[in-house]
């Protein structure tokens, strides 16, 4: 049977050929007269953890910022180099902005819910985005809560207060709202570090489930998180991408002697 020209099947990617959500190229950054990155070249692949590590003022929280163009609020910063997003450069003049911030979500190091009940967090971004008939709203927001691991312990609490939420519950909540928007990629700028041990560890349940669905960009101070849920892991260090590599590669026999030095606590 002829096939029609556009039901050609794509080759299924070997294991090892994932797709790259991101792939950022010569990424310099600079606060003013301050160079806070520094030739960054690296690669995020789809249905992956990334980590990103190095001591405090390296630039993770930088580079991650640049991924959703949330950097450029301070209008101090100057970009230079190119960002691909599943191949489109993120920082060409004409790149829609506005639509990389739905695609691309973010949950920040300390839970920052809406002073708005449970419901009202989840449904505020789909509301935003137009959808205004109250059943799809509820599916919408029984479907983010239950991707966020957090749907039986709030179910009964859909109409209070999110800041009656114990702060693990309120991170998996702010985790839920950024599900609501149906992003491509999440980035966690150390999404655990306000949390106490037992909520840290389903926060790191969640993300390993959660990258069946989405790709993650994570960054931590605990290395020991690092090497639990990311696959791969870039250690940066002035501004630099010392060495990016697979994660049990960097941890059991990286290349790069700064490297060893940090991961067994030398520095940083
Ligand atoms: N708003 C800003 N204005 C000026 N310089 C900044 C600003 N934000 C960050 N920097 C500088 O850029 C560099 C990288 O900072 P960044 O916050 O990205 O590091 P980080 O690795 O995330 O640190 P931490 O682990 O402490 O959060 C640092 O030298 C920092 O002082």
Same mark, same amino acid.
């Given at each position: 049977m002829v096939q029609p020209e556009n039901e050609k099947r794509p080759e299924a990617p070997a294991p090892e050929e994932k797709k790259a959500v991101f792939a950022t190229e010569s990424l310099n950054l600079w606060y003013g007269d301050t160079?806070?990155? #520094?030739d960054i070249n690296m690669e995020q692949k789809e249905n992956e953890v990334t980590a990103i590590i190095g001591? +405090? $003022?390296?630039g993770k929280s930088t580079y991650i910022k640049t991924l959703n163009r949330m950097?450029?609020? =301070?209008?101090?910063v100057k970009v230079s180099g190119k960002i691909f997003y599943r191949g489109d450069n993120?920082?060409?003049?004409?790149? @829609?902005v506005e639509e990389l911030r739905t695609r691309v979500g973010m949950v920040f190091q300390k839970p920052n819910p809406f002073p708005k009940t449970v419901f009202e967090n989840v449904a505020y971004g789909p509301k935003i985005h137009g959808i205004r008939d109250k059943k799809i709203l509820a599916e919408i927001v029984e479907n983010s809560l239950k991707g966020a691991a957090i749907w039986e312990e709030v179910k009964d609490r859909? =109409?209070? =207060?999110?800041? $009656?939420?114990s702060g693990g519950q309120q991170q998996r909540l702010c985790i839920a709202r950024c599900l609501a928007i149906e992003p491509d990629v999440i980035l966690m700028d150390e @999404? #655990? +570090?306000?949390?106490?041990p037992k909520s840290t560890l389903k926060v790191e349940e969640l993300v390993r489930e959660l990258k069946t669905k989405y790709s993650i960009m994570i960054v931590t101070h605990n290395m020991q998180q690092a090497a639990r849920i990311s696959d791969r892991t870039a250690f940066f260090l002035n501004g630099e991408v010392v060495e990016f590599d697979h994660t049990d590669k960097i941890f059991s =026999? @990286?290349?790069?002697e700064r490297t060893e030095g940090y991961i067994t606590g030398r520095f940083g």
């Open positions: 160079h806070a990155l #520094t001591p +405090s $003022g390296c950097v450029e609020m =301070n209008p101090e993120i920082y060409d003049r004409r790149f @829609p859909l =109409n209070e =207060n999110a800041f $009656g939420l @999404p #655990t +570090s306000a949390l106490d =026999n @990286p290349e790069d």
